[in-house]
């Protein structure tokens, strides 16, 4: 069949690549026909006796590319051209070109790492850099390059940067370009309203180009809830329009009618998430309707959960597509945005592998026998995701403390699965129960089976008695996990963990995922606890918001606040029956603010959920005592008399500091609280502990350069103040300084410092502060003396007090003292 598609004027140049070396790129546009028309050009090649693989990143593109180029051959899909998805294959000895998605290749290669049979693996929107895309393109250089030699690898995308994937190749491989249709595309910036929802926006804008323009329509929104919104919109406003959804939860006929034109020749308006930004061509379509956002999952390591989260589409996303409008014609693309703001947009999306749960990753490449960071990545994966991947690994049992995969984690590995949810299975064929445990999985990964709602055990009681095909595409496929399950029991290494005897198949997705086993915290059943410590809401509305213990398998939405979408009901006996291992019985130290004291209770805990608690009537006084130090750490300023702490700092005592003392409390506060339960250690015994943790001679220092009182010439004791700015002070009353001339000082050392005097009256009173007690007696003091004397008559207020004897007595009894 003779082919306009402009690849074809750069097919020569790719094929001579591929005879003379293993490894190329290819670089072209949408619209070019790179995804199918260069595997039927491989076939024909003489070192190309076994399969094409071509892997696609979504199950309806991938059904679409085998349909199309099984057409050229004038076949059905299942002779020459075959495809495999989770859901569908059509497959026979015959086919030569097998049309995969990603996840299906990884699982292919690992159970057969030479690929026997196959001559050739094409990587189609390699750009998009899904977690598979990437994975699978590492191990099929790690087999060409240990393994099959003359394995050609053939990385094909529109917008990737072809020269970081042919260093990634090989340090030659070539890079090949093809030109694309020139079609005139049109570009319509129809802006946004922050007050407006996205569906109230797209369906205006659907009905905008309706009027304006000729031809189909493809508006891409972020989900299916988004779908179904302005699909219920739309049909209002234009009845006449035939209104098709396209995701992956419409049935492959439904798919199908989206994807082609309408044989009765009626205008279309295809609804679609990003599934239609790359690899279909929809027939008819010439006008692009964009949201802007799209819909992706990220990896909580935190929660140890996938979240969907709604972003700005990239200006790459943003081109690909508007390019659907001019694949087959001139094209006009609206987008819901302003064309001022397109530059602020993310150029490309991240990549998969730097916001994904690692963790299939890490067993798979473990199952390869290798390491993460032995293999080639066009970006490798980020170390912290890794290590939290290898830590739940361990956990589930699949790799042991030495990051090697063990026994249960090969069959974990040998499920085409993630590994909880292969462990879900497998414990369900330990129960004799594969099937149903299975059939449960299924439901929490593929959205709309069973009709909606939160709760898993009514939408598996709808989805059994579903018989539209895509049910039973899906039961077969839950059928086909539960044999290979079967298959895998019995072989030594199962952890050991009692379940053989489960009535509710909860209670295997409950063993995969023990951390999600989940508690209602209200009466409403809008909040709930799980084991791991993650806290939940569901709507009040729900049948589960009744239950007191859920399973969770899927919540959207991050810390504390993410929203239960699909769930289990089980009960407590069962959790008690089959996890025993998991409860825990301990003593819990509690501190009680109000009382001021440490209360010990005994516990029975599931993780982060309390079951029962007690009275615990011998608790670990060394716990206790371990408590009480950590409080007293953070409360030492009130504990420890300030005015020693005050004297250590001003004498430079660094031992006594705040710091050093919570670093060493174990030594001298952990003795005085035994037997205790709070902190009322006697000032005193506290004082002289700290004080023992000094040596002679930093006592002395202290007592020396910091002393504890100013003895005054009148033989008076006061204690010194070594707090706040006026530090070092003293209070002392007048007469208590007569006779004396030089101002007192503290700390002989370096010269001293000197002791603000804070002078009183006889009654105690404030007269003055004085660094310079000299400077004050022939200063001030004499109108501190006319003033004093009016008021305190009876007390001497001599001329120049220097000259006097010290004294607090009144002028008569001083006078009687001195006769």
């Not at 939405?557 to 993410?562: E, H, L, P, T, W």
Request: net charge neutral; glycine share 8%; aromatic share 4%.
């Amino acid at each position: 069949m003779v082919s306009t598609l402009p690849i074809h004027a750069v097919l020569p140049d790719l094929l001579a690549a591929l005879r003379a070396q293993t490894g190329a790129v290819l670089v072209a546009p949408p619209g070019a026909g790179k995804t199918t028309a260069v595997a039927p050009a491989l076939i024909a090649e003489d070192w190309c006796e076994g399969q094409v693989i071509l892997t696609s990143p979504r199950r309806v593109a991938a059904r679409a590319a085998a349909e199309r180029m099984a057409a050229q051959f004038g076949e059905k899909p299942g002779e020459t051209v075959g495809y495999l998805t989770r859901l569908d294959s059509k497959t026979s000895s015959r086919t030569r070109i097998l049309v995969v998605t990603e996840a299906i290749f990884v699982n292919r290669i690992l159970d057969d790492p030479e690929l026997s049979g196959v001559s050739a693996v094409l990587f189609d929107e390699a750009h998009e850099r899904h977690l598979d895309s990437d994975l699978g393109l590492a191990l099929a250089l790690e087999s060409q390059s240990v393994l099959r030699e003359d394995l050609r690898v053939l990385v094909m995308s529109a917008t990737i940067d072809g020269s970081r994937f042919a260093r990634l190749l090989a340090a030659d491989a070539p890079v090949i370009e093809s030109e694309g249709r020139a079609f005139p595309l049109e570009i319509a910036w129809l802006g946004s309203s922050p007050q407006q929802r996205i569906e109230d926006a797209m369906a205006d804008a659907i009905a905008l180009a309706w009027r304006e323009r000729a031809g189909d329509i493809l508006a891409f929104l972020p989900g299916v809830g988004e779908i179904e919104r302005v699909r219920e919109r739309v049909e209002t406003r234009l009845p006449n329009a035939l209104v098709l959804p396209l995701h992956g939860q419409v049935e492959s006929s439904g798919q199908r009618a989206a994807i082609r034109r309408d044989p009765e020749g009626r205008r279309r308006i295809v609804l679609a998430t990003a599934i239609a930004e790359t690899s279909l061509t929809l027939d008819g379509v010439t006008i692009v309707i964009d949201s802007g956002l799209s819909r992706r999952a990220e990896f909580d390591r935190a929660a140890g959960s996938t979240h969907l989260v709604t972003a700005r589409a990239s200006q790459a996303a943003a081109a690909q597509r508007a390019g659907r409008a001019a694949r087959q014609g001139p094209g006009t693309a609206y987008r819901l945005w302003e064309e001022g703001g397109h530059k602020g947009r993310p150029p490309y999306d991240a990549p998969e592998i730097v916001t994904a749960d690692l963790a299939p990753l890490v067993l798979k490449i473990a199952q390869w026998g290798s390491d993460p960071c032995d293999l080639r990545w066009l970006d490798p994966p980020p170390e912290a995701s890794l290590a939290s991947a290898r830590k739940r690994l361990e956990k589930l049992g699949a790799l042991d403390a030495d990051g090697r995969i063990t026994g249960f984690g090969s069959r974990l590995a040998a499920m085409p699965l993630d590994p909880e949810g292969a462990a879900a299975v497998l414990y369900g064929g330990r129960a004799g129960r594969a099937r149903e445990a299975a059939e449960l999985l299924l439901l929490t990964q593929e959205r709309g089976l069973g009709g909606r709602g939160e709760d898993l055990a009514a939408r598996l009681a709808r989805w059994r008695s579903d018989g539209s095909p895509r049910s039973q595409a899906s039961r077969t496929l839950a059928k086909g996990w539960a044999d290979r399950a079967r298959k895998l029991i019995g072989e030594e290494g199962e952890p050991d963990r009692s379940i053989a005897d489960a009535d509710n198949p909860a209670i295997f997705l409950a063993a995969a995922r023990p951390d999600f086993i989940a508690k209602r915290r209200d009466a409403s059943g809008e909040h709930w606890i799980a084991a791991g410590g993650r806290g939940f809401v569901l709507d009040p509305a729900s049948p589960l918001a009744r239950a007191e213990w859920l399973i969770v398998a899927d919540a959207q939405g991050q810390a504390r606040g993410a929203r239960i979408t699909s769930a289990a009901q089980l009960e407590l006996a069962d959790i008690e029956a089959h996890f025993p291992d998991l409860i825990e019985r301990a003593s819990v130290l509690n501190w009680n603010e109000d009382e001021q004291r440490v209360e010990a209770r005994l516990e029975r805990r599931l993780g982060a959920i309390r079951l029962s608690s007690g009275p615990d009537p011998s608790p670990d006084p060394a716990a206790i005592v371990d408590m009480l130090v950590d409080k007293a750490r953070e409360r030492l300023g009130t504990i420890l008399p300030e005015a020693l702490l005050a004297r250590a700092r001003h004498a430079g005592i660094g031992a006594l500091s705040k710091e050093a003392l919570a670093d060493s409390a174990d030594l001298w506060l952990a003795p005085l609280l035994s037997g205790r339960r709070d902190l009322g250690v006697a000032t005193g015994r506290l004082v002289e502990a700290v004080l023992n943790l000094l040596d002679w001679d930093s006592r002395q220092r202290l007592d020396r350069i910091a002393p504890r009182e100013f003895v005054s010439p009148a033989g008076t004791h006061h204690a010194i103040d070594y707090t706040g700015d006026e530090a070092p002070s003293v209070e002392v009353r007048v007469q208590a300084l007569f006779g004396l001339e030089r101002h007192p000082m503290v700390g002989p050392e370096n010269g001293g410092t000197p002791l603000l005097l804070k002078l009183t009256s006889p009654a105690g009173r404030p007269i003055q502060s004085t660094r310079d007690l000299a400077g004050f007696w022939r200063g001030s003091w004499a109108e501190v003396k006319k003033e004093m004397k009016g008021r305190y008559p009876k007390h001497r207020w001599p001329d120049e007090p220097w000259k006097e004897a010290p004294s607090l007595k009144t002028k008569n009894a001083f006078s009687r003292g001195s006769a």
